[in-house]
């Protein structure tokens, strides 16, 4: 099991997303980022090498992994998300 830790900022980033989503993203880090986040994230590129993205629906959830510990940088609309990514590392 991965131990999951959250950026400052996240927070702020949930309370932007409705309900029905929290409850998916909330499943999905549960479920997946605890267990297993090297299958379920995707490997980010260029500027945010070394970050990795799991999608749920519309959002994505960057993440960095760093031994067994799970660190969620930001949590977002995917329209949006490798942007703020871009700002927020």
């Not at 409850?23 to 945010?48: D, V, Y």
């Not at 629906?57 to 067994?68: A, E, H, P, T």
């Amino acid at each position: 099991m991965f131990e999951i830790t959250y950026h400052k900022k996240i927070v702020d980033d949930i309370s932007a997303i409705s309900s029905v989503h929290k409850n998916a993203i909330r499943k999905a880090i549960e479920e997946k980022l605890s267990s297993n986040p090297e299958f379920f994230g995707k490997p980010l590129q260029f500027s945010l090498a070394g970050l990795r993205s799991l999608r749920v629906g519309d959002y994505r959830i960057v993440f960095q992994l760093k031994k067994k510990e799970v660190f969620v940088i930001l949590i977002t609309h995917r329209s949006v998300v490798y942007a703020l990514a871009d700002k927020r590392v």
